[in-house]
T-cell receptor, first 114, second 111 residues
Framework: GNSVTQMEGPVTLSEEAFLTINCTYT??????LFWYVQYPGEGLQLLLK?????DKGSNKGFEATYRKETTSFHLEKGSVQVSDSAVYFC?????????????FGKGTKLSVIP | DTAVSQTPKYLVTQMGNDKSIKCEQN?????MYWYKQDSKKFLKIMFS???????INETVPNRFSPKSPDKAHLNLHINSLELGDSAVYFC??????????FGPGTRLTVT
């Protein structure tokens, strides 16, 4: 079956530090890969996505590259801000029975301190 | 102009009761989903509906029954609530294999 493994949190960084959250996946076929973000008390928002190998998704200073050879989709940001404090979920979709259900990693809580 | 809305936002009820959570999307998407997020933030798919037909039914207890009166609505009815049902339930929608848009969640507390 499909699965997503992401680094355990929580992660605490100082403002302007470099962020990496590791994500690896197992899937049959050619999945699409996503990073979702959940701010405190809110629902999930799509942060970025990549639909094929070597694609780079980017948004709000965050980037992730779809690496088929290493089955990875690591999230990076060069300089984090306090407002980036949230839980980050790596996820994939793979087709099956006409639907594209999301399989999530367990989430990584990021806290950025001034 | 909320894209995916859920009601209620908070639901506190006693064991054994029956309750429903409503979800509506105004994005014109064909597929809608229900996810459960447990206390450790782990998210798991429960159901998916495509054009009013159930196409995924993960191994959830049959006390949970999704109902889709039309493709813009997917409601979740829960019978005989148990303590372990306490969680945050998220509705989502998508068009084909594109990204899913999530509602704000319903925090269910069973006492």
């Amino acid at each position: 079956g499909n699965s997503v493994t992401q680094m355990e949190g929580p992660v605490t960084l100082s403002e302007e530090a470099f962020l990496t959250i590791n994500c690896t996946y197992t899937a049959t076929g050619y999945p699409s890969l996503f990073w979702y973000v959940q701010y405190p008390g809110e629902g999930l928002q799509l942060l970025l996505k990549a639909t094929k190998a070597d694609d780079k998704g980017s948004n709000k200073g965050f980037e992730a590259t779809y690496r088929k050879e290493t089955t990875s989709f690591h999230l990076e940001k060069g300089s984090v801000q306090v407002s980036d404090s949230a839980v980050y979920f790596c996820a994939l979709t793979a087709s099956g029975a006409g639907s594209y259900q999301l399989t999530f990693g367990k989430g990584t809580k990021l806290s950025v301190i001034p | 102009d909320t894209a995916v809305s859920q009601t209620p936002k908070y639901l506190v009820t006693q064991m054994g009761n029956d309750k429903s959570i409503k979800c509506e999307q105004n994005l014109g998407h064909d597929t809608m989903y229900w996810y459960k997020q447990d206390s450790k933030k782990f998210l798991k798919i429960m159901f998916s509906y495509n054009n009013k037909e159930l196409i995924i039914n993960e191994t959830v207890p049959n006390r949970f029954s999704p109902k889709s009166p039309d493709k813009a609505h997917l409601n979740l009815h829960i019978n005989s609530l148990e303590l372990g049902d306490s969680a945050v339930y998220f509705c989502a929608s998508s068009q084909d294999h594109n990204e899913q848009y999530f509602g704000p969640g319903t925090r269910l507390t069973v006492t």
